[in-house]
Each structure stands twice: as structure tokens, then as C-alpha cells.
Nanobody
Framework: VQLQASGGGLVQAEGSLRLSCVAS????????MGWFRQAPGKERETVAA????????YYADSVKGRFTISRDNAKNTVYLQMNSLKPEDTAVYYC??????????????????WGQGTLVTVSA
């Protein structure tokens, strides 16, 4: 299984970016997908997650109303649309996939497969 994240870059505050993560090697689309981030000097945190159907999502409080997670199972791809970016959103963003209960969407240790990360830098 491989997860390839892309779409990071440098953006000014209040700008937007869309991250993509393409999964290959998964035996089915019935995987929860999630986005996580790790800022310099901080622990990795859960940003957003989505059930395989797309009907259930989780967002960290810090990104609610600004970020939107979505997925296209036909393309084995999960997206993270990030709007109204803030300097504190600066981090390496990782995508992950796992076969986990919906009650565990936000629990990063439940995810089985991880991508390599893409850097998002938001300037003031």
C-alpha cells in the first residue's frame, strides 16, 4: 500500500490550498482516510478524517469551518480543501488510511498506512 500526498506549498494568510492523496494497493475502498499534521516542535495532530462512504467526517476544532475533507473512491483519492489559512496552519501534512471503526476516526494510532507528507507554509 502506498499513499502519495501532494499539493503543499507556500501561501499567504487567508489564502487557500488543496491537498490530494492518492492511495494505491488498497484491496478495497472501505478504508477510513485521514489528514494529520505536524508543526515544528509539536506533536502530530489529527486534522480531518472521512469514512469510506464520505458520509461521516471529523474535524479538529482548529480547522472547523475552514477545511473540508472529501474523497473520490473511483480515483482512490482523498482531498483536503484548506481555506482562510493561518500562519498556525504551517506544518507537514500527512494522509493516512486505515480499516478502523467510525468511532475512532480521530485516533491516529488506529491508522495502518501513511503517506510521506507534504509541507504547507502559511506566511503572515
Amino acid at each position: 500500500v502506498q499513499l502519495q500526498a501532494s499539493g503543499g506549498g507556500l501561501v499567504q494568510a487567508e489564502g487557500s490550498l488543496r491537498l490530494s492523496c492518492v492511495a494505491s494497493g488498497l484491496t478495497s475502498s472501505s478504508y477510513v482516510m485521514g489528514w494529520f499534521r505536524q508543526a515544528p516542535g509539536k506533536e502530530r495532530e489529527t486534522v480531518a478524517a472521512i469514512s469510506w462512504s464520505g458520509g461521516i467526517t471529523y474535524y479538529a476544532d482548529s480547522v472547523k469551518g475552514r477545511f473540508t475533507i472529501s474523497r473520490d473512491n473511483a480515483k482512490n483519492t482523498v482531498y483536503l480543501q484548506m481555506n482562510s489559512l493561518k500562519p498556525e496552519d504551517t506544518a507537514v501534512y500527512y494522509c493516512a488510511a486505515g480499516n478502523l471503526p467510525l468511532s475512532a476516526l480521530r485516533l491516529e494510532y488506529e491508522y495502518d498506512y501513511w503517506g510521506q507528507g507534504t509541507l504547507v507554509t502559511v506566511s503572515a
